[in-house]
């Protein structure tokens, strides 16, 4: 089995240019959630979703940063005019179902996101 | 809201010595995760443990859930250079279906 893939695993963008991030969960795996780790920082929850649904965006930012899971494809974390402090590791983790069924997360390698 | 403890946020020991990381909650946990994350790499699923009370081991890892179920501890046994890394406590949000995680015990290691 595939485990989860990220790409790409290194971005690098100038600031107020828009970075997309996409994540495919791991096969049977139908819960995706979104992290911002900054060096030397813990991992900080953004965003759950499920097909076609955000299920808790409590996490991400208002502005500039959105998600999405579609039907078909990959999830993907986009973040418009991006800034210096977007700079961080963006980590994707699927379960096959939520955590409250305390079912462990399994993370891709993320992305490493860079701004100029 | 809810949040889990981490300490200590930095340990460095020497090639052989013992290493505990701790985490903490001011509520009852539902169940705890824990991950451990190699320099540059991303976060690998370790154990859980759900009952009160509960300890688990893998070789040189040992894994203990309170009895209140607010705290657990994560205590390498004779470390080795393959132990660097950060060890970060996980534990689902109370009515939420995601996990909050600790600030993560960054350990290195003198060979």
């Known amino acids: 089995n595939a485990g989860v893939m990220q790409n790409p695993r290194h971005l690098v963008r100038r600031r107020g240019q828009e970075a997309r991030l996409r994540c495919s969960p791991m096969?049977?795996?139908?819960?995706v959630y979104w992290y911002r780790q900054l060096p030397e920082e813990g991992l900080k929850f953004m965003v759950y979703?499920?097909?076609?649904?955000?299920?808790?965006e409590s996490g991400m930012p208002k502005e500039r940063f959105s998600a999405e899971f579609p039907k078909e494809g990959p999830s993907i974390l986009r973040i418009q005019q991006v800034v210096r402090g977007d700079s961080a590791a963006y980590f994707c983790?699927?379960?096959?179902?939520?955590?409250?069924?305390?079912?462990?997360?399994?993370f891709g390698d993320g992305t490493r996101l860079s701004i100029l | 809201g809810q949040q889990v403890m981490q300490i200590p946020q930095y340990q460095h020991v020497q090639e052989g010595e013992d290493f505990t990381t701790y985490c903490n909650s001011s509520?009852?946990?539902?169940?705890i995760q824990w991950y451990k994350q190699r320099p540059g790499g991303h976060p690998v699923f370790l154990i859980q443990?759900?009952?009160?009370?509960e300890v688990k081991k893998q070789k040189r890892l040992t894994f203990q859930f309170g009895e209140a179920k607010k705290n657990s501890s994560l205590h390498i046994t004779a470390t080795q250079t393959t132990d660097v890394g950060t060890y970060f406590c996980?534990?689902?949000?109370?009515?939420?279906?995601?996990?909050?995680f600790g600030q993560g015990t960054r350990l290195t290691i003198n060979p």
């Open positions: 096969k049977g795996h139908s819960h």
């Open positions: 996980a534990s689902p949000l109370q009515g939420a279906q995601k996990l909050v």
């Open positions: 979703l499920q097909k076609e649904n955000i299920i808790d």
């Open positions: 509520t009852t946990l539902s169940n």
């Open positions: 443990l759900v009952k009160s009370g």
């Open positions: 983790a699927s379960s096959p179902i939520g955590q409250g069924s305390n079912q462990p997360q399994h």
